[in-house]
């Protein structure tokens, strides 16, 4: 069969001419008509690239409308600031560091309010500090002589730049200061030794503060006034989703192990994996959150510190999860007879586990303690006491024997090697109970502290309405 090539090569065109002849027609094969084919199809390519990227972002922006309202925040933030510089009173005001308050727009503004108020009060404090040292260092500088100011200006540098880096590496100062320290830095950094050059230091560093205030108070208005989105908000919807996950993962793996079904959503199975990997943004959300105000049902003092506990116990149990999964998708599976044995004591623990977890979600989710739990934990711990009543009857069918076939077949014993896969799935199963238990103790622990914390707010709020009544008596 003649290939695509050889089919067109043999294809021709000829013209009669009047005069009888003929002339034949070959299509070009030239350099001009290879260009030609790989820019169509570079032109092609490139349209198709496009277009899917167009269409992912349009998905990304259905899926979550948050960040394209975060787009068009910033976007108006940072046409209100522009302001400063073309209002000719604004700009005589601050001079040529308008600027910066355009700059601290760009690097402060974060999708949230409680990281966005960490930004700015950060850059802030740490502007006006260095500021501050600054002048001060430029005044010692300034007494000690043209000879040594180089040098008293160069050792103040390398001092403070050398401990104010050192402090990034302390847990406590880089979990709620680390960007003040670097914003420090440089502001210490680039007043310091443009004193050297600069006659009129204060004025730079006025100026410089002055347009730093003015970009985070802009900030701080538009994040706060414009559909806010906050960081305390975000982490407990975070938690709540988390549970009904692991809840879901939980008694997906075992009712898929015992009753062999393959119908489960394989999303919804895997769904103890962003359990396992949300660490990280679980730690910056309440960080950013012990910055935000009172919102919601969340006050100033709400005690976030105690979401990252549950999110601990949370991973302990996904952990486990992991395991059973190992467990379940193993070369090495169990006998028949033994899952059927177990089956019933192993779906009721994961049936009972999983509703004290989804229990647990609604309790957070309502932020008051549930009715039902104690009595649900009581059922998981009545389910994994049956559980090790039926391990503990499993010795009459073990069989230490792997290869005696005739005994097994005679008298229905059973190799070790076929329990096992079984019995690590059911201790697993008594292991998550336990963690369930302390997970219960965290949810309990959090809604407990949070009512104490409204108790507190609402005892020092009311002595400040009784004083407006008697004032408006």
């Known amino acids: 069969m003649a290939s695509g090539k050889e089919l067109c090569e043999g294809v021709e065109w000829r013209i009669r001419v009047v005069d009888g002849s003929s002339e034949v027609l070959v299509p070009p094969t030239g350099l001009a008509r290879k260009v030609w084919l790989r820019t169509k199809g570079l032109i092609s390519g490139l349209g198709m690239k496009v277009r899917m990227f167009l269409k992912q972002a349009w998905d990304m922006g259905a899926n979550d ?38 700059m601290t727009v760009v690097v402060v503004f ?69 960007y003040g320290a670097m ?90 994996k962003c359990v396992l990997s949300s660490k990280a943004s679980e730690e910056s959300m309440a960080n950013f959150a012990r910055w935000e105000p009172s919102h919601g049902r969340f006050n100033f003092r709400h005690p976030w510190k105690q979401y990252l506990k549950i999110g601990a116990s949370m991973r302990s149990c996904a952990y486990c999860i992991e395991a059973l999964n190992s467990c379940i998708n193993s070369e090495n599976q169990a006998a028949e007879s033994i899952k059927k044995h177990l ?68 008298t229905g014993l059973v190799p070790f090697m076929e329990i096992i896969p079984v019995v690590t799935l059911a201790s697993i199963l008594i292991e998550i109970s336990a963690r369930i238990e302390a997970l219960v103790g965290s949810v309990e622990e959090l809604v407990e502290e949070s009512e104490m914390k409204d108790k507190i707010v609402a005892k020092e709020e009311k002595p400040e309405g009784t004083m407006k009544a008697l004032q408006r008596v």
């Open 65 to 102: 409308p948050r960040k394209v309202i975060h787009c068009i925040k910033v976007g108006l933030a940072l046409t209100i600031v522009s302001l400063v510089y073309f209002m000719r009173p604004l700009y005589d005001g601050v001079g040529g560091n308008a600027m910066w308050a355009i």
């Open 110 to 178: 974060e999708p949230t309010v409680g990281a966005t108020l960490y930004k700015c009060l950060n850059r802030v404090c740490a502007t006006c500090l260095a500021g501050f040292l600054a002048v001060g260092v430029h005044w010692i500088a300034s007494q000690s002589g043209d000879r040594f100011e180089p040098f008293v200006v160069g050792a103040s540098i390398f001092i403070l730049a050398s401990i104010a880096t050192f402090s990034r590496f302390i847990p406590s100062v880089k979990s709620k200061f680390d």
């Open 183 to 272: 914003i420090f830095i440089l502001t210490f950094s680039i007043v310091a030794i443009s004193g050297y050059r600069v006659d009129k230091l204060f004025d730079l560093a006025h100026q410089r503060i002055s347009t730093i205030i003015i970009g985070t108070s802009l900030c701080i208005f538009v994040i706060m006034m414009v559909c806010p989105i906050w960081s305390g908000q975000e982490l407990h919807s975070l938690t709540v989703r988390k549970m009904d996950k692991l809840s879901d993962s939980l008694d997906g793996c075992v009712t898929q192990y015992f009753t062999n079904s393959n119908g489960e959503d394989d999303q919804k199975l895997q769904g103890y």
């Open 343 to 410: 089956s019933t004591s192993c779906l009721k623990v994961s049936s009972s586990s999983s509703s004290a977890i989804k229990e647990l979600a609604e309790s957070v989710k309502k932020m008051n303690k549930s009715p039902n739990m104690d009595l649900l934990v009581e059922e998981m711990n009545s389910a994994v006491e049956e559980l090790h009543n039926d391990l503990k009857s499993l010795s009459h069918l073990l069989n230490p024997s792997t290869t005696a076939e005739n005994q097994i077949s005679a």
